[in-house]
């Protein structure tokens, strides 16, 4: 997979989820990852295009993405399960994009 495609599949997810969290608490706080899904993929063409500048502003949303930590912390502290795995979810899917985004830029390094 290459790493424009592991970022659009994160901001769709950072989009979703954040829209599922939003419309179950109505917290506003809850659209952060919405606003950062939604700056992402309107980075995503950059990527796709080889573009070095846009492709490290992109790492730099997704790496604002694990902010999701601390309200990971507050929510198994409740005992909201349902906000737990939304969390999960949305950190994973930036984990897995992080990680597409290294080897690109070790790839890119190579050549």
Do not use: C, Q
């Not at 939003?22 to 706080?29: A, K, Q």
């Not at 902010?67 to 939304?86: C, E, F, H, Q």
């Amino acid at each position: 997979m290459k790493a424009y495609s592991a970022s659009l599949i994160n901001g769709i997810v950072l989009v979703a989820v954040g829209m599922w969290g939003y419309f179950e608490s109505s917290s506003p706080t809850s659209l952060i990852p919405v606003v950062i899904g939604v700056i992402i993929l309107a980075l995503n063409k950059g990527i796709k295009n080889n573009n070095k500048v846009i492709a490290h502003i992109a790492v730099l949303f997704t790496l604002l993405s694990f902010a999701n930590v601390m309200p990971l912390k507050g929510a198994l502290s409740d005992g909201r399960t349902d906000a737990v795995l939304r969390i999960i979810v949305m950190l994973s899917s930036s984990l897995y994009a992080m990680i597409y985004f290294i080897k690109s830029f070790i790839e890119a390094r190579r050549n």
